[in-house]
Nanobody, 127 residues
């Protein structure tokens, strides 16, 4: 079983930055393709970004492209989401997701493709 624990959320002014972390434990980090999703109040959970388990392939939602950067650090078994130029519409609970893949380059953007989920961390951007 894989456990995912997000951290780094908080309150920030528009234009500011935050870095979210997702610590992975329970099984090997290698082979684990990962992503970030978010859910704003009253809305469905949506895809934000994904990264392949090798780390060379990434995918971003149009709404965050150019502002958010996903990365992973094998030494720390951790996934990161660097969020810059934050906007009030980025306010949401951010979830880390993961699933083992045979392909080293595959990145999934649908929720049903992920087997493991964290509990979420709140990000609030004030205007």
């Amino acid at each position: 079983q894989v456990q995912l624990v997000e951290s780094g959320g908080g309150l920030v002014q528009a234009g500011g930055s935050l870095r979210l972390s997702c610590a992975v434990s329970g099984r090997t980090f290698s082979g684990l393709q990962m992503g970030w999703f978010r859910q704003a109040p009253g809305k469905e959970r949506e895809f934000v970004t994904a990264i392949s388990w090798v780390g060379g392939s990434t995918l971003y939602a149009d709404s965050v492209k150019g502002r958010f950067t996903v990365s992973r650090e094998y030494a720390r078994n951790t996934l990161y989401l660097q969020m810059n130029s934050l906007k009030p519409e980025d306010t949401a609970v951010y979830y880390c997701a993961a699933s083992y893949r045979a392909s080293s380059s595959y990145t999934a953007k649908t929720q049903s493709e992920y087997a493991y989920w964290g509990q979420g961390t709140q990000v609030t951007v004030s205007s």
